[in-house]
């Protein structure tokens, strides 16, 4: 009994809350590979509301069978957890700042030509709140750090949104790089996020962009000379 209380999905953020006697919200996010960011825009959005003072967003991704064959996608173990304050709270305290999050956007796509299928639509709306949100002109933005699952169907439609979301703002081309943790490490499924945010931390921390691995031709489903995107193939210096 006890370990099947232990094990109950809602109870598993509280059980951190338990042994740290925290008494804020705590919250168990479930949007499959979103989940962790969606985590963490919650809880910048309650900080701002001042509705707490600190937040600790984490999730964790283990295999507990070993499935391991795929196509186009490997699966990995992660754990990612990241403390969030207010600036001016974390800089009062002393504390090291890594970076600083200036936004953030939630959306879901409405209806595809599948129910698991992404919408470059709505992935554009996202993206343009998102900048709105920061206050962000998307021709300052130096690198994204995508999905990018490696699948014919999904990584297009990822693209053909990123280039929708910049062509509606800009029309320059080649400017804004783009990569994806997962050759590295895997899919951490609900902690992709995450880690991506990590990796794109350690970019702005050493202001160089790695190279994305294995990469060695891109997708004929997406003219990058035609957008304003270009895959970071080598490693490249970011002032």
Not at 56 to 78: I, N
Not at 106 to 117: H, K
């Amino acid at each position: 009994a006890m370990a099947l209380a232990g094990n109950i999905n809602a109870v598993i953020p509280g059980r951190l809350a338990h042994l740290l006697n925290l008494k804020g919200p705590c919250v168990n996010i479930d949007t499959a590979c979103s989940s962790s960011l969606v985590a963490m825009v919650m809880a910048c959005q309650a900080l701002r509301q001042h509705d707490v003072s600190t937040a600790v967003v984490g999730a964790v991704k283990v295999k507990l069978l070993p499935v391991d064959d795929s196509q186009g996608v490997g699966f990995g173990e992660g754990v990612v957890v990241l403390v969030l304050k207010r600036l001016r709270d974390a800089l009062d305290a002393g504390d090291p700042v890594h970076a600083v999050v200036k936004g953030g956007s939630v959306n879901q796509d409405g209806r595809s030509i599948g129910l698991t299928a992404p919408n470059a639509e709505a992935q554009r709306d996202l993206l343009l709140a998102a900048w709105d949100d920061a206050n962000v002109e998307p021709e300052s933005i130096g690198y994204i750090e995508a999905h990018g699952t490696g699948t014919r169907l999904g990584d297009p439609i990822e693209l053909h949104g990123l280039q929708m979301a910049f062509s509606a703002r800009t029309k320059r081309r080649q400017l804004c790089g783009i990569g994806s943790v997962k050759p590295n490490i895997g899919h951490l499924d609900s902690a992709s996020g995450l880690a991506g945010v990590v990796k794109a931390i350690m970019c702005l921390q050493r202001r160089q962009i790695p190279a994305s691995i294995n990469f060695e031709r891109p997708t004929d489903q997406f003219d990058f000379s035609r957008s304003a995107l270009y895959v970071v193939d080598q490693l490249t210096d970011w002032d």
